[in-house]
């Protein structure tokens, strides 16, 4: 998903890398705003949509996300890759926003909104586009235990905390925990040569 | 790979942990370590792991390579995402906005303020964008109804005004009308001020005895009309027929011809004597009918007499 790591030959222009828009932000460089979204708006509106549950909030999250990476030097490239970053603040802002809706109308929209997304579902050509890493990750995820996978599902999209979790899921707190963790460690080791 | 039981190591532990531990038991008990960076991840740590993951990270920093790889296998999910398009209008917002912080002195999208800067557009903006134009819908709702009810109080107007029109033109008329019986009483308020007027009172014969009325005699206004007659129930005679007026005199023996008239709608008769005689105080007054074509020497059947 980063730009950097493109290794394809092509006849177009080069384009510049992620580190160079960034840099440009960083002088005040409006336009450099706008090829960083061409790149990770479809990114960023997804997941947040996926987790918001909606156009509008989604909508809103996008453009808090990229305002928040021109206003403030927030990126560090040293850290992790660019698309890494906007996918880590995107949930992170998203979930913060999904936690300051405490009604039960909220969560029925919400609901409804994912079930109008999995009707919707994607079109082959996003499909096409997620491509064999999208694959790999799908396997990876598939050979994880039901009960390991549901409790990160519910832990990463929702953002509830353990206690939340077992609650929902009517499980023993120390459950949640050790199959939360055991999940991780399962998916960090089978993806190990891919991260 | 499946987790390593704490507890099965646990005899080889040093009992001060983490300070006694040789400075190879990460390599030596990966699973102890990995179980807290992956707690430390989901952020699912007590509070006492918390403080050795804290002082295991400060002993062994090399390992925050290996958090971070966690990390980026928890946000894996975020590339199961399918991606979706944002709404056109999205980036032109974006970029507004940037540009307004960019010069703020020189703002290119009014509808994005500074202070929308710190909170991009929300639901609320939406809800209030929303509920402005529910409201602007109701207003043209009622000014819509209130336009039906304005034409609809216009039409009554127009009709009010109609029928003023019309009652306009019967005042008018009745004005007229009274105008013009003022100008016909006029003779008799003057014939009756004066002091030296003469009144009759008329009554019916057999031929018209619903008819009555007055006549005034005037002497000394020679300008005006010197015989008014006030009638009532005395009907128009047809063309060929006329009214004739005739004085008893007492110096006459006969009867003197002094005028002839027809009714009118009115009821009010004015005309002036054939003979200044008629004016010398006469003693009785007669009304006859008569063919205008028959002399003047004798009169026809009366109808009205009067004395004083």
Redesign the interface.
């Known amino acids: 998903?980063d730009s950097d790591s493109s290794t394809f030959q092509s006849n177009a222009p080069p384009q510049p890398s992620d580190a160079e828009l960034i840099a440009a932000l960083k002088s005040?460089q409006?336009n450099a705003?706008?090829t960083l979204?061409?790149r990770y708006?479809?990114?960023v509106?997804?997941?947040a949509?996926?987790i918001l549950g909606n156009?509008?909030?989604?909508?809103?999250m996008?453009?808090?996300i990229?305002?928040t990476l021109?206003?403030r030097d927030t990126y560090n490239p040293n850290r992790?890759s660019l698309s890494?970053f906007l996918?880590?603040l995107?949930?992170s802002r998203s979930i913060d926003k999904l936690r300051s809706r405490s009604s039960r109308l909220r969560f029925l929209q919400r609901w409804q909104g994912l079930a109008k997304t999995e009707i919707m579902?994607?079109n082959p050509l996003?499909?096409a586009?997620?491509g064999e890493?999208?694959q790999r990750?799908?396997s990876?995820?598939a050979d994880l235990p039901d009960s390991e996978r549901q409790i990160?599902?519910i832990?990463?999209?929702e953002g509830l905390?353990?206690s939340e979790i077992a609650q929902r899921l009517q499980i023993p707190l120390g459950t949640?925990?050790?199959r939360?963790?055991?999940g991780?460690?399962?998916?960090?080791?089978t993806?190990?040569d891919f991260? | 790979?499946?987790?390593a039981e704490p507890p099965d190591h646990q005899p080889e532990w040093p009992e001060n942990w983490p300070e006694n531990w040789p400075e190879n038991w990460p390599e030596q008990w990966p699973e102890y370590w990995?179980?807290l960076a992956?707690?430390y991840?989901?952020?699912?740590l007590s509070d006492e792991e918390k403080m050795s993951w804290e002082a295991l990270l400060q002993q062994h920093p090399e390992l925050f390579d290996e958090v971070?790889?966690?990390?980026?296998?928890?946000?894996?999910?975020?590339?199961?995402?399918?991606?979706?398009?944002?709404?056109p209008t999205?980036?032109s917002?974006?970029?507004a906005?940037?540009?307004t912080?960019?010069n703020p002195e020189q703002s290119p999208a009014p509808s994005v303020s500074p202070v929308q800067?710190s909170?991009?557009?929300?639901?609320r903006q939406?809800r209030l964008t929303w509920i402005g134009g529910a409201i602007a819908a109701s207003l043209i709702a009622v000014l819509g109804a209130q336009l039906l009810s304005l034409q609809s109080q216009l039409q009554r107007a127009n009709r009010a005004i109609a029928t003023l029109d019309t009652q306009l033109q019967q005042t008018q008329t009745a004005l007229q009308q009274a105008q013009t019986q003022a100008q016909a009483v006029r003779p008799v308020v003057q014939t009756l001020q004066q002091p030296n007027s003469l009144i009759y009172s008329l009554e019916g014969s057999n031929l018209a005895n619903a008819a009555s009325g007055r006549l005034m005699l005037s002497n000394s206004q020679p300008s005006e009309p010197e015989v008014i007659i006030l009638v009532q129930n005395l009907p128009q005679l047809p063309e060929g027929q006329v009214y004739r007026l005739w004085a008893a005199l007492p110096t006459q023996l006969g009867l003197l011809y002094c005028g002839q008239f027809n009714s009118n709608a009115q009821g009010i008769i004015q005309l002036t004597p054939s003979s200044t005689q008629c004016r010398e105080q006469p003693t009785q007054v007669l009304i006859t009918i008569d063919a205008i074509t028959d002399p003047t020497t004798r009169g026809g059947p009366v109808v009205m007499q009067g004395q004083i």
């Open positions: 998903m005040g409006v705003l706008g979204y061409d708006s479809r990114l509106y997804g997941l949509y996926r156009s509008e909030e989604a909508e809103d996008t453009q808090e990229f305002l021109w206003r992790g890494s996918t880590t995107t949930r579902g994607t996003e499909q586009s997620l890493r999208s990750l799908k990876a995820m990160l599902e832990a990463y999209y905390s353990q949640v925990k050790t939360s963790r055991q991780l460690l399962r998916l960090r080791q993806l190990q991260i | 790979m499946t987790r990995q179980d992956a707690g991840i989901l952020n699912n971070a790889k966690l990390h980026d296998s928890f946000h894996l999910w975020a590339d199961l995402v399918p991606m979706r398009q944002p709404p999205l980036l917002q974006i970029h906005a940037a540009q912080q960019l800067e909170r991009p557009t929300d639901l939406r």
